[in-house]
């Protein structure tokens, strides 16, 4: 079967840097994403990975192993905004997105 | 521009009673999907269509049905709702399913069923 697998929650502390692991196996693979979602709120998009490698976007970070089946997403200067559930997804070879049941972060001053 | 719109926000049913959830956007989008997200589960896809007049079925689809009769609608119907099928439920929409085409959701819409 195919799992996507993500820590169920996390501690941080506000200024620091936080690494959220993702672990998947999956028919196939067509790009990795991570969505952010606040408490109550819909999911919105952080970042796209499908090649191996680091991609920056400010204060986040999204690197890909595809030969390990291994992402993380990499928080710098956490703000108490950042704390929400973090969502890793990927596409697999049918094109369907496998969703993980996301990372809780909290942020705690 | 109110990218994805979903009806009701929040609705209270008893077993056996149905209802229809609406989404909609004016984003243009070909793709249309409804979600489930239940606690301690990823998101779960129900249906989704890839284009006015089409549907397909996704990872969960029993109980619920849809139809996509306008490019800018997607409608989630429950028949007969059951206790199971209480999760908030989110539409998105994405220009196609390629490369880093990403979902944009709806508010989302909670749903109890007593």
């Known amino acids: 079967g195919q799992n996507i697998d993500q820590p169920t929650e996390m501690t941080a502390t506000e200024g620091a840097i936080v690494q959220i692991n993702c672990t998947y196996q999956?028919?196939?693979?067509?790009?990795l994403f991570w969505y952010q979602q606040h408490a109550g709120e819909a999911p919105t998009f952080l970042s796209y990975?499908?090649l191996d490698g680091l991609e920056e976007k400010g204060r986040f970070s999204s690197f890909l192993s595809r030969s390990k089946g291994y992402s993380y997403l990499l928080l710098k200067e956490l703000q108490m905004k950042d704390s929400a559930s973090y969502l890793c997804?990927?596409?697999?070879?049918?094109?369907?997105?496998?969703w993980g049941a996301g990372t809780k972060l909290i942020i705690k001053p | 521009n109110a990218g994805v719109t979903q009806t009701p926000k929040f609705r209270v049913l008893k077993t056996g009673q149905s209802m229809t959830l609406l989404c909609a956007q004016d984003?243009?989008?070909?793709?249309m999907y409804w979600y489930r997200q239940d606690p301690g589960m990823g998101l779960r896809l129900i249906h989704y269509?890839?284009?006015?007049?089409?549907?397909a079925k996704g990872e969960v689809p029993d109980g619920y049905n849809v139809s996509r009769l306008k490019k800018q609608n997607f409608l989630l119907g429950l028949e007969s709702a059951a206790p199971s099928q209480t999760s908030v439920y989110f539409c998105?929409?994405?220009?196609?399913?390629?490369?880093?085409?990403?979902?944009?959701f709806g508010a989302g819409s909670r749903l109890t069923v007593l």
């Open positions: 998105a929409t994405s220009r196609d399913s390629s490369g880093a085409n990403v979902l944009t």
């Open positions: 984003m243009n989008h070909e793709y």
């Open positions: 269509s890839v284009g006015e007049g089409t549907t």
């Open positions: 999956t028919s196939g693979f067509n790009g």
């Open positions: 990975n499908v």
């Open positions: 997804a990927v596409r697999d070879s049918n094109y369907q997105l496998i």
